[in-house]
């Protein structure tokens, strides 16, 4: 019966179970969704109908509350929602509380507390430095390798997938134009990034170690980092990137939870610096995810950029973030940075896959170098999951829309 | 009768009335309080002590639904406000709703959503660009004169005037340094800035012009932007600062509103390079605001920071903020960057005053270059007012803890 009956190797069958946030037609409620197959699970209302002690986490309309419960919690949660889409008794009671996704409504799945974006695929941060350093000894920068490095972005401009995205405006500066012009950006860019999401906060003066990344963080979800390059290159120096980027993050409608990945951890790449000791990860469990990611321009893959390749890792990225005693918050996102591999068809935004424009990319409807109104960024991901099954991450699209 | 017989002149009368949000001993209970001299009024049990229709408004936890309902509310209340704190009647009503101010707790009195800060003096960005690009041509970037600059900070650590500040450990390196050590900060520093605080929201792809300042900002508060100089040194190329800056914002516990401060709007330096339209002010009320800011540490005023002096506007600040589309939520806070007049005397970070530690400030109690342990930075600051008044804005003071 449907929604049970999943194709053999269904990337969101009961291995998955990722969490959003749904609302049915005509209806403003929200709910918390929990995804199996092609269908949405009530689950607020699946627990109320078993009578679960998680009705209050869950029967809510972000998943903040679940977020901040912590990891019993959560992994409490999973087993029950692992019983109710496979036990035959549950699976029968929650069948009216199945929707297809088709007929609902995803909103952005938890409020975002701070959003900060890293910059940690060294292939990526190469092709950067050799775009616009030509010159430099070394592409990267000197603290590179020592640091993840970060920034913090504006969490009110975080979208769910689906949300269109206005192309924005501002001043760009080429070298030879004698001063600033105004208009809307004409080197629009995607940034294929993983998104982490945290759920149980820390106290302003306490570090969290490496070895505590799964105590905090809940899970991960694809994410766009839209990138206008004209207005960026012209505002970064010296506080780094503010307009280029606030206008719009996109992030996937489904929060795939840690737990559902365990299949995928991988050890990060070999470190060919020495790491000061809050970031040397080489006793610690593998702190890599091996997720595979494909981006397509209306539907046409334009690049598959590996994960499994970042040099610093997301349990990195939150020891560094906090070893000021900077607090965590319960909705925190931060994002991975452009997910870039060593080859071509690797390279996790058009900048790289371009070379600044220099190149053009082959579409079937045409050629790009930047992103051009209407175009539909779409990215997926899949990671090795039990039994040879994939785990699906849900997608991030979002459609460029002409400025006014 | 107190607290109504105030001193002539009293910085903290009728005039001012700043809101915060406050609780009394052995309560949690928070409530928004309005400060008339050394008292806090409980504005919401006025309300309903005069059957007032703002009783809903003030009767919060925070200032966040006041700062939603928008500019005719904001006036409205005002008004209501001055008349219980002037009328006899109302006074007599009212008495016993107010409390010493040393007798109650003050706690951060809005929910903030997005944290930006600027860097607006062209004071201080010269000084900066002097002390850190002695060799460069212009002490000011390309870009300084066309936009103000500005980046994302971390809203989750902005804390409350009174609050501790842990000194932050962190990278650094000198170039004389084979790598990167980790420790305390030893470059531990402050900026003495005036946040902004937005009430009204607005849509995603909806820039707000310059016009449009004063039916989103709600008013100003004091701001210290704590800041380790050798962390942000180390780490702010290419991406901007990160955890120099992270670990601790601190605003005074008064958010006054603009309203208070009419007789304090004064025109801006002139404008040495043409604006783009939306930046452009020329033809715009006067948007600069004639704070006068005194810094002391351990009691001792080392600086006079005159916030005049500023390049640009908070309105301008506002209108950039927002020309890529970026959306407003209520409780976002921007920080105008650090206030430095042409003075030696005027300068708003220690960084300037003792020339990155060349030079030393002679204290009572001994020589500094950065702060030490146990230092406590207190800023105040006034405007002139009504009638030759003047308006006291809260004070924005923090200790320095040892690292752990």
């Known amino acids: 019966m449907p929604p049970f009956d999943l194709p053999e190797g269904d990337?969101?069958?009961?291995?998955?179970?990722?969490?959003g946030v749904f609302s049915l037609p005509g209806s403003a409620d929200r709910r918390i969704g929990v995804r199996l197959g092609?269908?949405?699970?009530?689950?607020?209302?699946?627990?109320?109908?078993?009578?679960?002690?998680?009705?209050?986490?869950?029967?809510?309309?972000?998943?903040?509350p679940l977020l901040a419960a912590g990891r019993t919690a959560w992994s409490d949660v999973r087993r029950a929602l692992t019983a109710w889409v496979t036990v035959p008794s549950h699976r029968e009671a929650l069948e009216p509380l199945f929707h297809p996704l088709p007929s609902v409504t995803l909103h952005l799945p938890f409020e975002v507390a701070d959003y900060v974006d890293f910059y940690a695929s060294e292939n990526h941060a190469r092709n950067?430095?050799?775009?616009?350093?030509?010159?430099?000894?070394d592409?990267?920068?000197?603290?590179?390798?020592?640091?993840?490095?970060?920034?913090?972005?504006?969490?009110?401009?975080?979208?769910?997938?689906?949300?269109?995205?206005?192309?924005?405006?501002?001043?760009?500066?080429?070298?030879?134009?004698?001063?600033?012009?105004?208009?809307?950006?004409?080197?629009?860019?995607?940034?294929?990034?993983?998104?982490?999401?945290?759920?149980?906060?820390?106290p302003m003066g306490s570090p969290v170690a490496l070895g505590d990344f799964r105590e905090h963080v809940f899970g991960l979800c694809l994410l766009n980092d839209w990138s206008a390059r004209d207005?960026?290159?012209?505002?970064?120096?010296?506080?780094?990137?503010?307009?280029?980027?606030?206008f719009a993050t996109s992030v996937s409608a489904w929060i795939t939870p840690l737990d559902a990945l365990d299949e995928a951890r991988v050890t990060p790449p070999e470190r060919t610096h020495p790491l000061l000791p809050y970031l040397d990860d080489a006793q610690e469990e593998p702190g890599g995810y091996d997720l595979r990611i494909s981006v397509a321009v209306n539907g046409h893959v334009i690049s598959e950029p590996p994960f499994s390749t970042m040099y610093w890792t997301?349990?990195?990225?939150?020891?560094?973030?906090?070893?000021?005693?900077?607090?965590?918050?319960?909705?925190?996102?931060?994002?991975?940075?452009?997910?870039s591999g060593p080859a071509e068809r690797e390279r996790g935004s058009l900048l790289e896959l371009t070379w600044n424009g220099r190149d053009?990319?082959?579409?079937?409807?045409?050629?790009?170098?930047?992103?051009?109104?209407?175009?539909?960024?779409?990215?997926?991901a899949w990671a090795p999951g039990p039994d040879g099954a994939r785990v699906g991450l849900g997608e991030v699209t979002g459609r460029i829309v002409a400025a006014d």
């Open 11 to 19: 990337p969101f069958g009961p291995h998955n179970l990722p969490y």
């Open 38 to 64: 092609d269908h949405v699970l009530d689950a607020g209302a699946a627990a109320l109908t078993l009578g679960s002690p998680y009705a209050t986490l869950l029967g809510r309309p972000t998943l903040n």
């Open 128 to 137: 950067v430095g050799q775009i616009f350093r030509p010159d430099a000894a």
């Open 139 to 202: 592409s990267l920068t000197p603290n590179w390798k020592h640091l993840p490095i970060g920034y913090h972005g504006r969490s009110g401009t975080v979208v769910v997938s689906g949300t269109d995205v206005v192309r924005p405006s501002g001043q760009r500066k080429a070298p030879t134009d004698p001063a600033p012009v105004f208009g809307p950006s004409v080197r629009l860019d995607i940034e294929a990034e993983v998104g982490f999401v945290v759920g149980t906060p820390s």
């Open 231 to 246: 207005l960026q290159a012209w505002e970064y120096v010296p506080l780094g990137p503010f307009l280029g980027k606030s």
């Open 314 to 339: 997301a349990a990195q990225q939150l020891a560094h973030m906090t070893v000021n005693g900077a607090s965590l918050r319960t909705g925190d996102l931060y994002g991975s940075g452009t997910v």
């Open 360 to 380: 053009t990319l082959e579409l079937p409807d045409g050629k790009r170098t930047f992103l051009e109104d209407g175009d539909v960024v779409t990215m997926t």
